[in-house]
Structures are given as C-alpha cells and as structure tokens.
C-alpha cells in the first residue's frame, strides 16, 4: 500500500456563507504538500499491525486526518492499516475547510471518507454530503455497543447513524490547592454549591493596587460553557428535533446570572479581560495565574504535568446544582468521528479504514506509540480518550503508570466523566455552529460585559438563534 499526504488550511464560515459557495465548483484544493510515504512508514516506530478485518483495495481519498510525527496516536494506526491492507492506495489531504467540502460537494468529487467533528454531523447530512452507515454496520454485524451511547447520538441525524467515533473529551474544575490553603479557602470544595465556588472565587483573587495579579475562580461561560452550567442548572437549549431553542429557559438565565456574579465578585469581566489577555498558551493554571478553571482534561499533559509537575492540585468533576457533593456530575463532550461521504468511489475500502482504525487492538497500537514517544521526549504518558469504552479502560490497566495522588485521581475521573457526558444540545440542529457563536455573541458576552442583563441578553440569543434555525 502506498498513500500521498496533503494540507490545505481550515476555517469556519456563516451558514448564509455556506450557501454561497457553491459557484466555486470545481475549484482545486490549494495548498497542498506530498511527503514521501516510505519516510513516513520509517519515521515511526510501531507495535505490530492487527491484522485486517476483511478485504480491500484500490484507491481510497481521505480528508481532514493529520499524521505527523507529533501526532503519534494518529499516526501509529494509519500506518498500521497501511501494514495490514497493502492494496489500498491512500491518499491523505490533513486539513480541509467547509469552503473546500462544498465544492467537492458540488463538483461530484468529495473524498471517500473523511475526519468530522461529530457536532457538525446534522450540518452535512442534511446536506447530502454524508453517506448513512447502517446498512454497513448491520451487514458486518458491526458491535456499537464499544461505544458511549451519546458520541453515537452526536454522530446521527434523522434516525440515521452517519459515523463511527473517534476521540472525546470532557470538562472538569482544576483546583489549585496550595491557594486555596493560602487564601484560607476550605479545599472541600462541594462543586454542587455554586455559592460557594463564586465565593471562594473572589477570596482566592490576588491584587496588586488596581492590578490583579491572580484570578481566583474561571467558569469559562465567555469560552462556551455555557452550556454545561445551564445543563447542570437543570436548564434545556433546544428541543428533541433542533428546530425550536430556548436560550431563555429560566434555568439558563439563572446560570448565566450566577456566572455574572462570580465575576463580578471578582472585580468584574473588564479585569477578568485585562489579566486574561496576558495568559499565554492556556497554561495560566499551571502557571499559577488562576487559583480555580474549567478545563478540558487534555490540559493534564498539555500543561499541568509538563509545566508544573509538582504542583499540590486536585481536579473536580461538577455536580449538578444543589444536589450535594455526590450528586450527578456534569460535563459536556466534543470529538470527531469518521465518516463516508455520498459522493465515494470506494465505499467497501472507506468501511475497513474506518472499522480497523477503531478496534480496541489499533487504539492500543496507537497508545503505545504515544507513551514511546512521550518517554522519548521526556514527557510523562497519559491515556487518551478515544470515544471507545473497551479501549479507554485497556490504556489505563496496561500502559499508565501511576505518577501520584493528584495525577492518578485525575486518570480515573476522566473515564468516569465520559461515560456519564452528553453532546451540547445544539448538535442537534443543522445549524449548530451558528448557534453556538450566537450564544456567545448575544447572549453570554453582553451579559458578561453589563451591556444587557443575562434575561435581556438570552432573549435576544434566543430570537436570532430561532431565526437563523427558520432561515435554514
């Protein structure tokens, strides 16, 4: 098997853009690169490939998959299913945009199988761009069950399954506990009591005179999250078929409201803007410019455990509102998943890659690579995600090796936390991605600023959101 390798930018756009673009048919990607794949099959040391699952061949297109080097849980599999199906030929174009898939669209020249974030997947069924998959999983009695229940749902429009996951992630409280001590703060913490999350917030802020030096508490409302605070509060977005939303249900703006406050409390958006604008990286947490944060659990490797390893810090799932410190936790998830496109030339070799590209055997091919590489680079290994319950507990049982107390913990949530996530509701909608910058752009930011109260503030959200659903 021999594949080319491409990479073309990304971007978003407007749905009104979107629509627009189709007198770009015909267009070529731009940008692209090819790289030797014999250099690319040496470059990466590998356990041995699985062996294939069933037969295939010929030429297979793939769009949005990147394998570089840094990315060795990616690239480890893709090699492997180079080792294991020699006759497929593929050719892979890294990055592409949503210009770029609606004029392969239009063109009748889309790829055979491509690399989506699931919360796009309404988007582009709805479009006919995606080809449904069940009659694939039904005639190779294809398990499902491997996977959690709500990454499945994300990856469906209309009743339809349109692709397989591939990756999760979920949102918890990173909690540095030597501030917490400093500031006299009880390091209990109940992340059901929002009370006292905001309180404890403005006792852990440092200042300066006018400057603050310190954050105390990020709820991170203004970077999306929305939409876990207002689930957890009991609150709902949009309904069962995304064609109506209520961004002004009370218990949403109830949440918004508590998200002003714990700002407020703190000096207010404007200081939170101002010492903000001086993270770099997002690794403010590890570098101890904020005491408390929402976080995705990547941030553990990306920052915490390569910033500062020593650090005395616990991380904490949130519990809904009011229901004690052991009640439901609450989180929301994100992550890609593969799909077939309508427009396939080769739809037996697109169902093999994507098929072995998530067995439980490749993910761990793949893990392996990673803790190789992160020893490699001095670095300590942690599981990754994969949207695969099987695969997710095998990385941990087999490969972790137990750092500390605080790391350790950290390892063990994670899992827990995927298994009781949801998608952000939104999804739902053809129109998600517009959503959730009007969300953002309406609602949540105004609020956050003083320009409107949070009811006044969602109201508005709401009524450009329902239009922005009609006009689809």
């Not at 294991?84 to 174009?93: G, H, Q």
């Not at 605070?229 to 009991?234: D, V």
């Not at 953002?440 to 105004?446: K, L, N």
């Amino acid at each position: 098997m021999t594949f080319k390798q491409l990479g073309p930018s990304t971007s978003r756009m407007s749905r009104r853009r979107m629509l627009g673009t189709s007198a770009l048919a015909g267009a070529a990607v731009a940008g692209s690169m090819r790289l030797s794949p014999r250099a690319l099959g040496q470059a990466t040391p590998q356990a041995a490939a699985p062996p294939a699952l069933g037969e295939a061949s010929g030429d297979l297109v793939e769009w949005g998959f990147g394998i570089q080097e840094t990315n060795p849980l990616a690239r480890a599999r893709v090699l492997a299913f180079q080792e294991a199906y020699p006759d497929v030929n593929l050719e892979i174009v890294e990055t592409f945009d949503q210009e770029q898939l609606l004029t392969a669209a239009a063109s009748d020249t889309l790829p055979d199988v491509i690399w989506l974030g699931r919360f796009e997947t309404a988007a582009w069924a709805s479009r006919g761009v995606l080809r449904p998959i069940d009659d694939l999983v039904e005639r190779d009695g294809y398990d499902t069950s491997m996977f959690y229940d709500w990454a499945l749902e994300e990856a469906s429009y209309d009743g339809e399954l349109y692709g397989i996951p591939g990756g999760a992630d979920v949102r918890a409280l990173f909690v540095n506990l030597d501030h917490l001590e400093e500031a006299g703060v009880d390091t209990n913490l109940d992340t059901s009591d929002w009370e006292s999350l905001s309180a404890a917030g403005e006792q852990l802020v440092v200042r300066d005179g006018d400057v603050i030096e310190r954050w105390g508490f990020d709820h991170k409302m203004q970077a999306g999250y929305i939409w876990l605070w207002g689930e957890a509060n009991g609150g709902t977005f949009i309904n069962e078929d995304g064609t109506e939303v209520s961004f002004n249900d009370p218990a949403v703006v109830e949440a918004l409201q508590w998200g002003v406050d714990a700002y407020d409390a703190q000096g207010g958006y404007q200081d939170y803007s101002a010492i903000s604008s001086t993270w770099q990286g997002d690794e403010q947490f590890a570098r101890g410019e904020v005491s408390m944060t929402m976080y995705e659990q990547w941030m553990l490797s990306a920052a915490v455990a390569t910033i500062s390893p020593d650090m005395n810090f616990t991380i904490l799932p949130i519990r809904e509102r009011g229901s004690g410190p052991d009640g439901p936790m609450a989180t929301f998830s994100g992550g890609n998943a593969w799909y077939i496109t309508s427009g396939a030339q080769n739809v037996d070799a697109a169902w093999e890659f994507i098929k072995y590209l998530h067995t439980v055997d490749t993910w761990m091919v793949g893990a392996q690579a990673v803790k190789q590489y992160r020893q490699e680079t001095g670095a300590v290994y942690f599981p990754s995600l994969t949207g695969n319950v099987i695969a997710d507990q095998r990385q941990i049982d087999e490969l972790y090796e137990p750092i500390n107390e605080a790391f350790d913990a950290a390892v063990e949530l994670f899992p827990a936390l995927v298994e009781v996530s949801n998608y952000r509701q939104i999804a739902r909608s053809t129109v998600g991605g517009q959503l959730d910058q009007i969300m953002q752009t309406e609602g949540v930011i105004p609020a956050l600023e003083g320009s409107r109260s949070p009811e006044e503030a969602l109201e508005e959200a709401n009524t450009v959101a329902q239009e922005e659903i009609d006009f689809a």
